[in-house]
């Protein structure tokens, strides 16, 4: 049985997520990627060969299904 490593929760389940990564300046973004979500505080857990395979992807020169904009903001208090 999986369990949150953030709140303790064994409410996890398998969901299809997205998540963006920084690499040498440049944000990209993989989908669709299997993982583990607490239900519960919505911690994200891969597994280490999800990990390995996303690291795979982003660091090929594989052509990305598209390209989205992204606005960044400098945070003020
Ligand atoms: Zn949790």
């Known amino acids: ?36 979500v607490c239900q519960r505080c919505g911690e994200v857990i891969f597994s280490s060969e999800i990990a390995e395979n996303i690291r795979l992807i982003v660091h090929s020169n594989s052509q990305p299904t598209k390209s989205i904009q992204v606005d960044v903001f400098a945070f003020s208090a």
Request: with cysteine; glycine share 8%; proline share 3%.
């Open 1 to 36: 049985m999986n369990k949150c490593h953030i709140c303790g929760s064994n409410e996890i389940k398998e969901e299809l997520v997205k998540e963006t990564f920084e690499i040498d300046g440049k944000l990209v973004m993989v989908e669709g990627i299997p993982a583990q």
